[in-house]
């Protein structure tokens, strides 16, 4: 909401350990007998949308289920690897809501709200007895209790898992209540929809127009709220660690219509993952951040070393993390790991054919725990590494580089999770999320359970309750008029027959948006690479290949229109990150660093969310500001050292 020019999330007053239980207590309520007389959309079966769409099935709302894949288990949420927060402190290791709090406040280097993390820690708790009733195998210790490991930036245990596969398992238990409202009749799925706009009428958000991604109908959906989960948008990149399908056009078409896009350039590169091989692969695979909980991040001391791992000997190796960071060590936040990698790589130090590598050595780890301890936690990652490069871990380090990973950007949305538009919910990643500048390892899940089985069902309801929603259908002109537009947009990709692939441009835009706006950024570099994204845009425009009709499965179709939106997106990436003239967490201007190369936050003139609204084609986009207070924790310099 806005109040004397600047935004403000509408979260209660009062101490910050009672604003939620508060706050819930305030909401209005919609009584059972009314709830079936709403219609909810929930585009998305990822870990936000399954549990939303669940959640909200069994308290008795219509719901409608979308998603872009064959079945809903195969959002992008089944490649979660590594674990799911939860301040239970069964270790007694120090652990606490407030601690979470804390670390998650810190690690996003603040830049998050203060009550939403606070929300979400206290949530956290909740997320785990929920899951474990569900009957997800989570890890468990000799005695019975959930086992816990550590993730980066943080210095307690509090991390559940199920091996290497806790989205997987996570998303069969959301999956399986979903399921159950199926059978009830409570909730419709539609797989194989892609959303391709948001459809408003009397400012509020009343339907979606989908594209069946198998016959090529425009089909059209009225509901009394939408609900977003569409997932973050890494794949701007081009290369990143999210499935090839994942996407930014649903909420890009949104900020079209109205909602505000949040810290858009606010992007995580993951330190673990398989470095690049050649110009052929469309993705990359992560090495789960669990895995730095006993393997030693390391390079050759002397540039140019190229004798293979296990020739050179301890005294000339370079434990770089553990060197600089020596109180996180190799579990420094993700970030500061990337960074670091970048740099000793930067020096000639880097390994492997590319030299853009360093090792991830479990030698010690085996000679310390045995290999049948280090097989037990982190054995299917190695199966998998060894698959991919044909390498044995077991003998020889992983080499590892920094990729991205996760969009803290997305979506602005209020306390409640409303967007700028009435009526148009954004959870999980899609929203923009409570991480701030930099998100802590396993804190993503969390995000997704909390505000899919913990906080829609509460904030949609006081929606629907405190508002009156007319009937709509269909056959409203909004629906026509936005049809239209899709279909038009479906025409003109079609009538190009250019000369240039769709993976070539996006694999133009993708390294120089690497380049000029991923791990490291500058203003020169951005103002250039603002330039050069219109440039490809034009050139996309005018001479992309989509081969096929529209009036069947095409993937180079689909694909097509998501890439249209990553050029515009990628042009408010650097615009954002042009304008925040600090660094902060992933973000990471050249010219605003502390003298021992940390980030420099500047707190008096960036302490705050951009929020940006579309203002037109080709016109300059709006600039909000919601100002972020620090009431409970002073921000102070992040040092991880
Ligand atoms: C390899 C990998 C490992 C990870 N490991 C962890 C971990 O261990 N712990 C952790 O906390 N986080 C982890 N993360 C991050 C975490 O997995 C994601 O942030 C989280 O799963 C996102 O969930 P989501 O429900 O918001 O979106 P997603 O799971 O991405 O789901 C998006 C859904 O939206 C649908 N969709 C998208 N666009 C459209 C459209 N236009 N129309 C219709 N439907 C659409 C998709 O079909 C899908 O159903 C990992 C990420 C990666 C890439």
């Given at each position: 909401m806005m109040r004397n020019g600047e935004l403000h999330s509408g979260a209660p007053g009062g101490p910050i350990e009672t604003k939620w239980e508060r706050h819930k207590g305030s909401l209005r309520l919609v009584s059972p007998a009314n709830r079936r007389k709403f219609d909810v959309i929930v585009v998305g079966t990822g870990l936000a949308g399954a549990s939303a769409a669940s959640a909200l099935g069994e308290l008795g709302y219509n719901v409608l289920n979308l998603c872009i894949q064959d079945s809903p288990r195969r959002a992008h949420s089944v490649a979660a690897q590594g674990g799911i927060n939860a301040a239970k402190n069964y270790r007694n290791d120090g652990d606490s809501v407030f601690r979470l709090f804390y670390d998650t406040i810190k690690g996003g280097d603040f830049r998050a709200r203060e009550e939403n993390v606070y929300r979400l820690a206290e949530l956290s708790l909740k997320i785990i007895d929920h899951c474990a009733a569900q009957g997800i195998p989570f890890a468990r210790e000799y005695g019975?209790?959930?086992?816990?490991?550590?993730?980066?930036?943080?210095?307690?245990?509090?991390?559940?898992?199920?091996?290497?596969?806790?989205?997987?398992?996570?998303?069969?238990?959301?999956?399986?209540?979903?399921?159950?409202q199926v059978d009830a009749g409570q909730v419709r799925i539609l797989p194989r929809r892609e959303m391709l706009d948001l459809v408003v009428v009397d400012g509020r958000a009343r339907g979606i127009v989908c594209r069946n991604l198998v016959t090529g109908a425009i089909e059209s959906y009225a509901g009394h709220a939408v609900v977003l989960c569409t997932g973050g948008y890494s794949t701007v990149y081009f290369l990143s660690t999210n499935a090839v399908n994942s996407n930014a056009t649903a909420i890009w078409r949104c900020y079209k219509r109205g909602a505000f896009f949040a810290n858009p350039s606010f992007t995580q590169i993951h330190p673990t993952c398989i470095p690049v091989v050649g110009s052929q692969q469309s993705k990359l695979t992560l090495m789960s951040e669990s895995l730095r909980n006993d393997g030693r991040v390391w390079v050759p001391k002397q540039p140019g070393d190229r004798?293979?791992?296990?020739?050179?000997?301890?005294?000339?190796?370079?434990?770089?993390?553990?060197?600089?960071?020596?109180?996180f060590g190799n579990l420094v936040p993700r970030d500061v790991a990337s960074r670091a990698a970048k740099a000793v790589c930067d020096e000639g130090r880097g390994v492997g054919p590319t030299g853009l590598a360093v090792y991830l050595d479990f030698r010690d780890a085996i000679e310390r725990l045995g290999v049948d301890v280090v097989r037990e936690r982190y054995g299917n990652l190695f199966q998998m590494y060894k698959e991919i490069t044909n390498e044995d871990p077991y003998q020889v380090p992983m080499r590892i580089y920094p990729a991205p990973h996760y969009t803290m950007g997305g979506l602005w949305v209020d306390y409640n999770l409303m967007s700028t538009i009435p009526g148009l919910f954004v959870l999980g990643?899609?929203?923009?999320?409570?991480?701030?500048?930099?998100?802590?390892?396993?804190?993503?899940?969390?995000?997704?359970?909390?505000?899919?089985?913990?906080?829609?069902?509460?904030?949609?309801?006081?929606?629907?309750?405190?508002?009156?929603?007319?009937?709509?259908?269909?056959?409203?002109?909004?629906?026509?008029?936005?049809?239209?537009?899709?279909?038009?947009?479906?025409?003109?990709?079609?009538?190009?027959?250019?000369?240039?692939?769709?993976?070539?441009?996006h694999w133009q835009l993708g390294r120089l948006l690497w380049d000029r706006v991923g791990m490291t950024r500058n203003a020169q570099g951005l103002r250039e690479a603002i330039e050069k994204v219109r440039e490809l845009r034009q050139e996309f425009w005018e001479n992309v290949n989509v081969p096929g009709s529209g009036d069947d499965l095409n993937k180079c179709l689909e694909m097509a229109g998501r890439l249209a939106d990553y050029f515009e997106l990628g042009e408010l990436m650097c615009r954002d990150a042009l304008e925040r003239e600090e660094s902060c967490g992933c973000h990471f201007r050249e010219e605003y660093r502390t003298p021992e190369g940390d980030p420099k936050r500047d707190d008096e003139r960036y302490a705050y969310v951009a929020a940006w609204e579309y203002t037109g084609e080709g016109a300059e986009p709006r600039l909000h500001r919601e100002p972020l207070r620090f009431e409970v924790v002073q921000p102070s310099a992040r040092s991880y050292r």
């Open positions: 019975g209790h959930l086992a816990n490991r550590s993730f980066g930036g943080v210095q307690v245990s509090r991390t559940f898992y199920a091996r290497g596969q806790t989205g997987q398992q996570l998303l069969l238990g959301a999956y399986g209540s979903l399921m159950r004798r293979p791992p296990n020739e050179i000997p301890e005294s000339e190796r370079d434990y770089f993390l553990e060197r600089m960071y020596p109180a990643e899609a929203n923009f999320s409570d991480h701030g500048a930099n998100r802590l390892g396993a804190s993503a899940l969390m995000q997704g359970l909390a505000d899919g089985y913990f906080i829609i069902p509460y904030t949609l309801a006081h929606y629907l309750a405190g508002n009156t929603l007319g009937n709509v259908t269909t056959e409203h002109p909004a629906f026509r008029e936005a049809e239209l537009q899709v279909r038009q947009q479906v025409e003109r990709l079609l009538s190009i027959r250019g000369k240039k692939t769709v993976r070539e441009l």
